[in-house]
Nanobody
Framework: VQLQESGGGLVQAGGSLRLSCIAS?????????MGWYRQAPGKEREMVAL??????TNYADSVKGRFTISRDHARKVSLRMDSLKVEDTAVYYC??????????WGQGTQVTVSS
């Protein structure tokens, strides 16, 4: 399974960015969830938003009301990020969770929010 991310970059505080992730590989019919995690310098990787099989979505409290995850189709997940804050600066990773419990990760895309 390969995950290809796009859409990171530099934006001023209050601005918006959209991240996208496309999955390829043989297990696409057995996806439990797709979503986004992030890791800021010196911090642990944390869940940002998940799109779970059946349509449920989960968000970190810090991004609720500002970020929106969408499952564009079975192989693609996007993250719309509005009202970005400096503290949203991190490397954002696409994640695919298989029904077996295995996790797959993208290479990461940098999001930098300037004040």
């Amino acid at each position: 399974v390969q995950l290809q991310e796009s859409g990171g970059g530099l934006v001023q505080a209050g601005g918006s960015l959209r991240l996208s992730c496309i999955a390829s590989g043989p297990i696409l019919s057995s996806i439990n969830a797709m979503g986004w995690y992030r890791q800021a310098p010196g911090k642990e990787r944390e869940m940002v938003a998940l799109s779970i099989r059946g349509g449920t979505t989960n968000y970190a409290d810090s991004v609720k009301g500002r970020f929106t995850i969408s499952r564009d189709h079975a192989r693609k997940v996007s993250l719309r990020m509005d009202s970005l804050k400096v503290e949203d600066t991190a490397v954002y990773y696409c994640n695919l969770n298989h029904i077996s419990g295995s996790d797959y990760w993208g290479q990461g895309t940098q999001v930098t929010v300037s004040s």
